[in-house]
């Protein structure tokens, strides 16, 4: 079976905002800062040196040790400027204490910087009305440079998070007429720039539509454009090409300068791609949850591919299986090949073929087996998330690991994973076991693991010897800061019961996406656990934000299927860098199932997100170092998969070919 989909022409659909990204992106931007009024001692100067800098938290840790040794008016002003450097680097929290402490000045410089830091705090809670009620009187009034400079920005942040960015674009414009020096025209179109980016595409489309000043059509038009695409694939790529060509010395240039683009690289992409996936049988619904994902990154895309991509798609459960595919969709007129999904499959193809066509698989061939050249190799490793454990845990402080593994195949490949991570890292594995899957009680493992068998013993020598009653508490190994837990939810919960009963229950807690079943139970007995996942189901990306519930909603029946939404769609956007890169270094990708990057050997791996459980609830967890479009109904609503969980595969939402 073959279907043919040709892009539409077509409007991309609005992603919404975040309120706090957006602000995060805004404020953190930052505006330069220097102190205001009174004398500055000079311990003050390191201070604005700091924030000049860009090193916020510094600052404002500078600014209240200063305030706690001064009294009255100056006191104040040293706690409003910390506040301030507070909220540039994020600290909402603090800042909010701090402007609590500091009664509402009447009039003055002072007052200035308490309205804009109330603002500021308004924009943070997604409050733009509250911020603009203090903002829009001041802009009337007669303000210092310093204070005019940070109200007109935050009045702009305001107007984008009320989704009205032409008026932020005014405003930005005119806040750079009253700037003098190249550095600080440079941050406040950087500052624009990063409002733009998280705007709703549609949004700042429509505003361009209407806008009738040249450069703020400019801005809103390249703008949408980045919206759509998140600064990636061929639609990005060619579109910003064009929007250079339309507008020569826009000031929006300065900031594109930075991103590289190779016009005879980057105009360049197959003109007809091949999607090889299980399409009927028993594996159909997995086959069907990565054709929605690629088909709906395809119909995003649509604006910047001129209708002239065709997308074939193959059952590769047909005769012939997927070499048969592989060498029909070639005769068809191919240039890029993505799937097949299933090993075997996978497996099949490499062995019986040469590759005249480019080719993504959607799972890895076996570590001894060499990939044919022009093969590429793509999947939802659990070795990457494993290693990514490791990652998160060093990055978070903790360098000794003790694990809890399945006692199959799977366990065995994700402990390897993390082990070789954590310990060419610097960090050290003390110890592991492992445990039947299927088990209810996981009380000898979990007791060798972490000493209290032989806490128990000692406890038993030390009475026989004494022969009398002794008060005894069991005591865990001390030299411990963290397990890694490798299990799916139903076990997990388990073990994270039977940890906490032995005396475990306050060391943190790594673990995969195994972990998180995705069938909407409710996940109190997971609570405290961290783990890996793709973005699209923890923490979409502003330009996918809106993606994962419009899946939801046209296919219900795939819910627990998200993540290979997220695979095809990251899927079809790996098209373009690879086809860019022939075989060289990809460019790194900021995609859906991760950040993801290729390794010399053509297979591509993933930098996961984090989440944690709270109070039964997935939350995402900030990255511990800076790290769509209108969707067709194009498919009928995927059936469920019948369950048939192979030893190596800890979820239930996948067969073991996968």
Same mark, same amino acid.
């Given at each position: 079976?073959?279907?043919?989909?040709?892009?539409?022409?077509?409007?991309?659909?609005?992603?919404?905002?975040?309120?706090?990204?957006?602000?995060?992106?805004?404020?953190?931007?930052?505006?330069?800062? *220097?102190?205001?009024?009174?004398? *500055?001692?000079?311990?003050?100067?390191?201070?604005?040196?700091?924030?000049?800098?860009?090193?916020?938290?510094?600052?404002?840790?500078?600014?209240?040790?200063?305030?706690?040794?001064?009294?009255?008016?100056?006191?104040?002003?040293?706690?409003?400027?910390?506040?301030?450097?507070?909220?540039?680097?994020?600290?909402?929290?603090?800042?909010?204490?701090?402007?609590?402490?500091?009664?509402?000045?009447?009039?003055?410089?002072?007052?200035?910087?308490?309205?804009?830091?109330?603002?500021?705090?308004?924009?943070?809670?997604?409050?733009?009305?509250?911020?603009?009620?203090?903002?829009?009187?001041?802009?009337?009034?007669?303000?210092?440079?310093?204070?005019?400079?940070?109200?007109?920005?935050?009045?702009?942040?305001?107007?984008?998070?009320?989704?009205?960015?032409?008026?932020?674009? /005014?405003?930005?414009?005119?806040?750079?007429?009253?700037?003098?020096?190249?550095?600080?025209?440079?941050?406040?179109?950087?500052?624009?720039?990063?409002?733009?980016?998280?705007?709703?595409?549609?949004?700042?489309?429509?505003?361009?539509?209407?806008?009738?000043?040249?450069?703020?059509?400019?801005?809103?038009?390249?703008?949408?454009?980045?919206?759509?695409?998140?600064?990636?694939?061929?639609?990005?790529?060619?579109?910003?090409?064009?929007?250079?060509?339309?507008?020569?010395?826009?000031?929006?240039?300065?900031?594109?300068?930075?991103?590289?683009?190779?016009?005879?690289?980057?105009?360049?992409?197959?003109?007809?791609?091949?999607?090889?996936?299980?399409?009927?049988?028993? *594996?159909?619904?997995?086959?069907?949850?990565? /054709?929605?994902?690629?088909?709906?990154?395809?119909?995003?895309?649509?604006?910047?591919?001129?209708?002239?991509?065709?997308?074939?798609?193959?059952?590769?459960?047909?005769?012939?299986?997927?070499?048969?595919?592989?060498?029909?969709?070639?005769?068809?007129?191919?240039?890029?090949?993505?799937?097949?999904?299933?090993?075997?499959?996978?497996?099949?193809?490499?062995?019986?073929?040469?590759?005249?066509?480019?080719?993504? *698989?959607?799972?890895?061939?076996?570590?001894?087996?060499?990939?044919?050249?022009?093969?590429?190799?793509?999947?939802?490793?659990?070795?990457?998330?494993?290693?990514?454990?490791?990652?998160?845990?060093?990055?978070?402080?903790?360098?000794?690991?003790?694990?809890?593994?399945?006692?199959?195949?799977?366990?065995?490949?994700?402990?390897?994973?993390?082990?070789?991570?954590?310990?060419?890292?610097?960090?050290?594995?003390?110890?592991?076991?492992?445990?039947?899957?299927?088990?209810?009680?996981?009380?000898?493992?979990?007791?060798?693991?972490?000493?209290?068998?032989?806490?128990?013993?000692?406890?038993?020598?030390?009475?026989?010897?004494?022969?009398?009653?002794?008060?005894?508490?069991?005591?865990?190994?001390?030299?411990?800061?963290?397990?890694?837990?490798?299990?799916?939810?139903?076990?997990?919960?388990?073990?994270?019961?039977?940890?906490?009963?032995?005396?475990?229950?306050?060391?943190?807690?790594?673990?995969?996406?195994?972990?998180?079943?995705?069938?909407?139970?409710?996940?109190?007995?997971?609570?405290?656990?961290?783990?890996?996942?793709?973005?699209?189901?923890?923490?979409?990306?502003?330009?996918?934000?809106?993606?994962?519930?419009?899946?939801?909603?046209?296919?219900?029946?795939?819910?627990?299927?998200?993540?290979?939404?997220?695979?095809?769609?990251?899927?079809?956007?790996?098209?373009?860098?690879?086809?860019?890169?022939?075989?060289?270094?990809?460019?790194?990708?900021?995609?859906?199932?991760?950040?993801?990057?290729?390794?010399?050997?053509?297979?591509?791996?993933?930098?996961?997100?984090?989440?944690?459980?709270?109070?039964?609830?997935?939350?995402?967890?900030?990255?511990?170092?800076?790290?769509?479009?209108?969707? /067709?109904?194009?498919?009928?609503?995927?059936?469920?998969?019948?369950?048939?969980?192979?030893?190596?595969?800890?979820?239930?939402?996948?067969?073991?070919?996968?």
């Amino acid at each position: 079976m073959m279907k043919s989909f040709r892009h539409p022409a077509r409007e991309a659909r609005s992603l919404a905002s975040t309120i706090i990204l957006l602000v995060a992106a805004l404020i953190l931007a930052g505006c330069e800062t *220097t102190g205001f009024g009174g004398l *500055t001692g000079s311990g003050e100067g390191r201070a604005e040196r700091l924030a000049r800098n860009g090193e916020h938290a510094e600052a404002a840790s500078a600014y209240i040790g200063l305030a706690s040794d001064a009294i009255g008016a100056e006191r104040d002003r040293l706690t409003l400027l910390a506040v301030e450097q507070w909220l540039d680097a994020g600290d909402v929290a603090r800042a909010r204490n701090a402007l609590g402490s500091v009664p509402r000045p009447d009039a003055g410089s002072l007052l200035a910087i308490w309205n804009t830091n109330s603002a500021a705090l308004s924009l943070f809670a997604g409050a733009a009305d509250d911020a603009l009620a203090l903002l829009e009187p001041m802009s009337r009034e007669s303000l210092s440079e310093r204070d005019r400079l940070r109200v007109e920005a935050l009045r702009a942040d305001a107007w984008i998070q009320k989704q009205d960015p032409a008026r932020a674009v /005014q405003l930005m414009m005119q806040r750079e007429n009253w700037i003098s020096d190249r550095r600080g025209i440079e941050q406040n179109r950087a500052r624009l720039w990063q409002g733009l980016r998280v705007s709703s595409p549609q949004v700042l489309r429509r505003a361009a539509e209407t806008a009738t000043d040249p450069v703020v059509r400019g801005w809103l038009s390249v703008g949408a454009l980045s919206a759509a695409t998140g600064q990636q694939g061929v639609g990005w790529s060619n579109g910003v090409l064009r929007w250079r060509a339309a507008n020569a010395n826009h000031p929006a240039i300065t900031v594109l300068g930075d991103i590289e683009l190779s016009e005879n690289l980057l105009l360049e992409y197959p003109r007809q791609i091949a999607l090889l996936l299980p399409l009927s049988g028993r *594996t159909a619904s997995a086959g069907k949850a990565v /054709q929605n994902g690629f088909l709906g990154a395809y119909f995003a895309t649509a604006a910047g591919l001129d209708d002239r991509q065709n997308i074939r798609i193959y059952d590769v459960n047909a005769e012939g299986g997927a070499s048969a595919a592989y060498a029909i969709a070639v005769a068809d007129g191919a240039e890029f090949v993505v799937g097949p999904l299933l090993k075997n499959s996978v497996v099949q193809l490499a062995n019986d073929i040469l590759v005249p066509v480019p080719v993504l *698989t959607l799972n890895y061939l076996p570590d001894d087996m060499l990939a044919p050249p022009g093969l590429y190799q793509f999947a939802l490793a659990p070795e990457d998330e494993a290693a990514s454990a490791a990652t998160r845990a060093l990055d978070d402080g903790y360098t000794r690991a003790v694990a809890l593994v399945p006692n199959n195949d799977w366990g065995r490949r994700v402990l390897t994973s993390f082990s070789t991570e954590l310990e060419g890292l610097g960090g050290t594995l003390l110890d592991y076991r492992s445990y039947t899957p299927g088990d209810q009680d996981f009380s000898i493992a979990i007791e060798n693991l972490m000493g209290l068998t032989g806490s128990v013993r000692r406890y038993q020598r030390m009475r026989a010897n004494i022969g009398a009653g002794l008060q005894f508490d069991p005591r865990r190994r001390q030299d411990t800061d963290f397990i890694f837990l490798a299990s799916d939810a139903p076990a997990g919960r388990l073990l994270k019961a039977q940890l906490k009963f032995h005396y475990s229950g306050d060391l943190p807690v790594y673990s995969t996406s195994a972990i998180y079943s995705l069938d909407g139970r409710s996940n109190a007995d997971l609570n405290g656990i961290m783990f890996a996942d793709t973005p699209w189901v923890i923490d979409p990306q502003p330009w996918i934000a809106e993606l994962p519930r419009e899946f939801a909603e046209y296919w219900p029946g795939e819910r627990r299927l998200a993540r290979l939404h997220a695979m095809g769609y990251d899927a079809y956007n790996l098209i373009a860098a690879l086809y860019a890169a022939r075989g060289g270094p990809m460019v790194e990708l900021d995609g859906a199932t991760g950040a993801l990057f290729v390794d010399t050997s053509g297979r591509v791996h993933r930098r996961l997100a984090w989440a944690q459980f709270q109070q039964g609830k997935v939350v995402a967890l900030p990255r511990t170092k800076p790290a769509g479009g209108l969707i /067709q109904d194009i498919s009928v609503e995927g059936e469920a998969i019948t369950p048939d969980v192979a030893d190596d595969a800890p979820w239930d939402l996948l067969p073991e070919e996968l």
